[in-house]
């Protein structure tokens, strides 16, 4: 069990550009999830899926971005035409979905700052 | 309406007990959780608590739910200078989405 990994850890962007941030999640966690932190707050719900299955969306999640897992396994974040209020931390967790609570582990975070 | 809150600062002198508190209001969530987070990194879990439990204990950790009151707390015992984090409490919306407080920062003092 390594852990839920994100990349890249920090990524700096000119307004405008499109970035793109990657998940792997625990092995055999069938449940991923994405958040977004800001400074002195806590996460926001912004995607959740189900294996492969994008179940549920965040009003946060403009059409700018885009949550892809196209097997099950890794996932993508992509944010197009970046804003500076897009800078923040984006966070990708996952869980079994079943007993214990469904207990949620998070990655390290991705630092995304727009310039 | 869906928050939950927490004082944003606690301090503590090292080797004391630190309670941090947290109230929430969806009367319906089914678990309640505690994370932490050291400046820069991601949200560790610490612990969770089912809604039909008043207390859990794991080492030197104790969550108390008063499920009355909504009110959930998180005792640390001998606090360390490593327990220096901002701390979550997180209910459970639903079986996907958790509700987060701002965090509490924990600050020790020597």
């Known amino acids: 069990d390594t852990g839920v990994s994100q990349d890249p850890r920090h990524k700096i962007t000119k307004r405008g550009q499109n970035v793109t941030f990657r998940c792997d999640p625990i092995?055999?966690?069938?449940?991923l999830y994405w958040y977004r932190q800001t400074l002195g707050q806590g996460p926001e719900f912004l995607t959740y899926?189900?294996?492969?299955?994008?179940?549920?969306k965040s009003r946060l999640l403009s059409d700018r971005f885009s949550a892809e897992r196209p097997k099950g396994s890794f996932s993508t974040l992509e944010i197009q035409r970046t804003e500076q209020g897009d800078s923040a931390m984006y966070l990708c967790?996952?869980?079994?979905?079943?007993?214990?609570?469904?207990?949620?582990?998070f990655g390290e975070g991705s630092w995304l700052t727009v310039v | 309406g869906e928050d939950v809150e927490q004082s944003l600062f606690l301090s503590v002198r090292e080797g004391d007990s630190s309670v941090i508190n947290c109230t929430y209001t969806?009367?319906?969530?089914?678990?309640l959780y505690w994370y932490k987070q050291e400046p820069g990194a991601g949200l560790q879990l610490l612990t969770y608590?089912?809604?039909n439990m008043d207390m859990k204990q794991d080492q030197r950790l104790t969550v108390l739910l008063n499920k009355k009151d909504k009110h959930l707390s998180l005792r640390i015992a001998d606090t360390q200078t490593g327990d220096s984090a901002i701390y979550f409490c997180?209910?459970?919306?639903?079986?996907?989405?958790?509700?987060w407080g701002a965090g509490t920062k924990l600050i020790i003092k020597p």
């Open positions: 967790a996952s869980s079994r979905g079943t007993g214990s609570g469904n207990t949620i582990y």
């Open positions: 092995s055999e966690h069938n449940r």
């Open positions: 899926f189900q294996n492969e299955a994008q179940l549920e």
């Open positions: 969806d009367s319906s969530s089914t678990y």
């Open positions: 608590i089912f809604s």
């Open positions: 997180a209910e459970s919306k639903s079986n996907y989405q958790l509700i």
